[in-house]
């Protein structure tokens, strides 16, 4: 016997009040509620057992479209499928997804522990935030394609190289990390080789070279004076920064564990250092001065704490202090070069001493094999004299007496600095 379809009418469906089922055939129902609100459902009998299929309100489903449908769902069974069954497996394996935005969270959050720099985590979530996520944040991450990336990196890529080349590699790394959790297959988009550079142009075609801004090592003296004329945490950071010569990092980090005021010394652990190696840093009368000074007013195991309690001060707090006493030009790393300036123009302290100083690992691997030691009594006599130099007003600096050959008999070592 024929299977009777097509009951119901536009009208009928628009003008039904009466509550309970009303049958179009072939399984499709209208069920209208006492509330009047009308949805579609679709009955079938398999293995014995009725169930029953929600399609959608009438509000959002006239009436075309449910019988589609229907029909879809009576093919299914005609193939001896279960649709309740394929449409629970189909929601248990959309929970089971995850968008761009939550695998990123779940990567930050797996690896930040292992990163050297707390404020790394920050950086990734940022970077990702700004440039990601309005994007691709909110897309399951196993639909994310090259055009996808594209989109994101294509606008800033020639005006923000450096920062697009590292949301592209964070991109990278997350997409991998799905991969690997089975949420994605096929290649990663974001791959840089034999892919989107066939797309966009190489980062050192578009990149400006940069060095960070510098003091003129003649300038220093006046330039801390005027330090010691500001109050608060920030400036006596900075000028701690300038007297060791240290990166920013590794200065807003700094906790009283690491300090030895007795043997003058601040030993900075691997974990938080560039070339992954402890350092000694040799602590000059004035360092020695303004930590003093810091740990009579302790309150913090960090040496330069934060607003935020059991908080370092932040990695901008220095470079703002540089912008607020009119000084915008200039970078908290760049007092570094300051020092290796005054190093190679003002003193006779052999070259290796200095990268050693720096904490800057020497390229050459021979070399580095013979300058095993960190040299630290000969670096606490350079860091002295530079306290010293830094001190005194230009005219009445004196030539530091140094030990070792004079600079000019010393070959050229190249280094990695940073």
């Given at each position: ?5 097509f ?16 049958g179009?055939?072939g ?15 679709f ?8 169930h ?22 009576r ?23 995850l968008?761009?935005?939550?695998c ?16 790394h ?10 440039y ?10 196993g ?10 990196l ?5 005006s ?10 964070r991109?990278?790394?997350?997409l ?8 994605r ?8 080789r ?26 220093i ?13 920030t ?9 060791t ?5 590794e ?15 601040w ?19 004035r ?18 704490p ?5 908080t370092?001060l ?27 300036d005054w ?70 070592r ?5």
């Amino acid at each position: 016997m024929a299977l009777k379809l097509f009951k119901l009418t536009d009208r009928m469906v628009r003008e039904m009040k009466q509550r309970g089922y009303f049958g179009d055939g072939g399984g499709l129902w209208l069920q209208v509620r006492s509330s009047g609100s009308k949805s579609w459902v679709f009955r079938y009998t398999r293995n014995g057992r009725t169930h029953e299929l929600g399609l959608g309100s009438y509000l959002n489903v006239p009436l075309g479209t449910a019988r589609q449908k229907a029909e879809a769902i009576r093919h299914a069974l005609g193939r001896d499928e279960d649709p309740l069954a394929a449409r629970i497996a189909a929601r248990a394996a959309a929970a089971a997804r995850l968008t761009f935005a939550q695998c990123a969270e779940q990567y930050i959050a797996m690896h930040s522990p292992g990163w050297k720099n707390p404020k790394h985590a920050d950086q990734w979530t940022n970077t990702l935030d700004t440039y990601a996520m309005p994007v691709i944040g909110k897309l399951d991450v196993g639909l994310v394609d090259t055009q996808h990336i594209v989109q994101i990196l294509e606008p800033i890529w020639v005006s923000k190289n450096e920062t697009a080349s590292r949301v592209r590699g964070r991109l990278e790394r997350v997409l991998a990390w799905a991969r690997t959790r089975g949420l994605r297959t096929g290649d990663n988009p974001a791959t840089w080789r034999n892919h989107l550079d066939t797309l966009l142009p190489r980062p050192a075609s578009v990149q400006r070279q940069k060095h960070h801004a510098a003091l003129p090592f003649k300038d220093i003296h006046a330039f801390v004076t005027g330090l010691h004329a500001q109050p608060g945490v920030t400036a006596r950071a900075l000028e701690f920064t300038i007297l060791t010569a240290t990166r920013t990092g590794e200065v807003i980090a700094a906790t009283w564990e690491e300090i030895n005021l007795r043997e003058a010394v601040w030993i900075i652990p691997k974990t938080r250092m560039k070339a992954k190696r402890e350092h000694r840093v040799p602590l000059s009368s004035r360092a020695i001065e303004l930590l003093t000074q810091m740990k009579k007013a302790r309150r913090s195991d960090f040496v330069f704490p934060g607003w935020k309690a059991g908080t370092g001060l932040s990695n901008m707090a220095m470079l703002q202090l540089l912008r607020k006493a009119g000084r915008p030009q200039l970078t908290v790393h760049g007092f570094r070069s300051t020092f290796r300036d005054w190093c190679a123009e003002m003193t006779a302290y052999p070259r290796e001493l200095a990268e050693a100083a720096l904490a800057h690992t020497l390229s050459n691997k021979a070399e580095a094999a013979y300058f095993r030691s960190d040299m630290f009594e000969k670096r606490r006599e350079m860091m002295q004299a530079w306290c010293h130099y830094i001190s005194m007003a230009p005219a009445g600096t004196p030539r530091p007496r140094t030990a070792g050959p004079d600079r000019a008999a010393e070959p050229s070592r190249e280094v990695v600095s940073g």
